[in-house]
């Protein structure tokens, strides 16, 4: 009891309550990058100190940058830079008549348990299983959902059709091939790039020591839903959802019947979905090949049918049929589709033909023209990851490759540049303070990651770091941008478990759209129109435009999370696919 009456009378001379003023990966930093804190005050500042949370102690002292004016929040940005630190433990910064900042931890593990919980959340994100995140997080669970499904009568079936599966998108219960298409395309390249150091990570998923590492059983989960949306002349439906959305209410209470949904037409099933399913089941063809080779096999093969069935048709866009009203994903150009799946095919088998396919029409998805940005990947813009893909095929046209290669350095520099030149010190631009802005970010991240492992230039990979500073706290609302994680996280998705279970936390390891200055949705057109687009934003349930979560924005947080884990080890982040890595197996 002496001990505890010590701690109670000694906690008041340095613990107070945090400002966001001073913003921080609230997650924390590695040992060996830069460790950049900001600060954002009217009152002056000109020192800072890093304190021990334990107990106050000071163990760095440093002297605040000049301001800098950052151009899409409207804030004047002074940099606490204290990346000579080498002490580990947990940490906060102090700035005199500004205040403390959150708790930080600086490890080279420090991101291990994050990377697990934003990977975990797909497991919370399961359709048609019983969920129980079990004692981590106590109580967040659902009974089995979405147990029935049919042919609605734009798929050009009619019928029962078995419900198999996969995850729920995003805030809404439907399962969509396109947005599952780039999301778990990104989870398999980051098993690939760095599955050295994560086929060992126990998951605490129901398959959790079968002999396969858990993360594939995680991502196998959705492959067998994409699976059962092939029909048997190869071509694929876009998407299985009710004809609307449902309430906000738990999964197991939405009795919508769940239909697998066409184009309305023939041939039924849609271009771009066959293309990202393609691409996705090559991907999985050689990676579960150590693990579960017939699942491979079968993965493989249903890739090849999809291409053969693209062959035939090439562009069938798909919208909406009459009556239904969930989400589109309507793409009406599906060619980067096509060359993505051409692309892994080739990775894949190594079969010419998907080679000569590739050659014959890359140049149209090359680097723009000096003077245009780059898009990073999106549901709507896989060029770039077929591209990328083919760089790193064994065999590939010699000439591509190099173009690729030449074009990813022109493009990382960009990116890798524009931290130098606003106060956030991040990749994003104003044209990308848009829906799904943090998941832009996270795909520039994912993108200066992957030019790291390809280009060699770690350079690269410290840039990346930056942008996922950003996500976990160092932005202009001192907010962690991801559910249950850091000190100061944001509290009310756009996310029917996390509303519908009566509990005050959100369901964990979710991260929010952000900043989106379109302001789509009745919430965010009440605030006001004159504020930056990096500060249009709100933490309220009812912001679908700005604050739902979606697999495709969490899915490149995941792969930058376990590039930083690498960066931790002390090496470069340099994973698999290229066979350059350490971890390599």
Known sequence: MKSIALLILVAPLFAAN?????????????????????????????????????????????NLSASRDDYDSGDRVQAADFTRLAKTGQFYVDVPGVGRSWDFDVTPEVYDKTWRTAMRSYYGQRCGIAVDLGPEFPGYKHAACHLEGAYHPSSGKTGPKPSAGGWHDAGDYGRYIVNSGISTGTLLWAYEFYGGRLRNVNLAIPESGNGQPDMLNEIQWNLKWMLSMQDSDGGVWQKQTSEKFCDFIMPEKDKLVSYVIGTGSEPFKSSCAAGDFAAVMAIAGRVYRPFNPAFAEKCSKAAQNAFAWLEKHTNVPFKNPPGVSTGEYGDRNCADEQLWAAAELFRTTGDKTYSQYFVDRYAAFRRPAVGEEDEPPSWSNVGSLALWTYAMAQNADPGAANSIRHDLIAAADEIANRANNGGYRISLVTRDYVWGSNGILANYGMELMVASSLLHNDRYAQAALEDLHYILGRNTFSLSFVTRVGENPFRHPHHRPSAADGKDEPWPGLMSGGPNKGRQDDVMRKVSPDLAPAKTYLDDQGAYSANEVAINWNAPLVFLLAGAEEMGDGVPARGGPTGRGRHQR
């Open 18 to 62: 945090p400002t966001v003023e001073i913003k921080v990966d609230q997650v924390g930093y590695l040992p060996n990058a830069s460790k950049i804190a900001l600060v954002v005050s009217k009152n002056p500042a000109t020192e800072f100190t890093v304190n021990q949370s334990r107990d106050g102690k000071v163990v760095f002292r440093g």
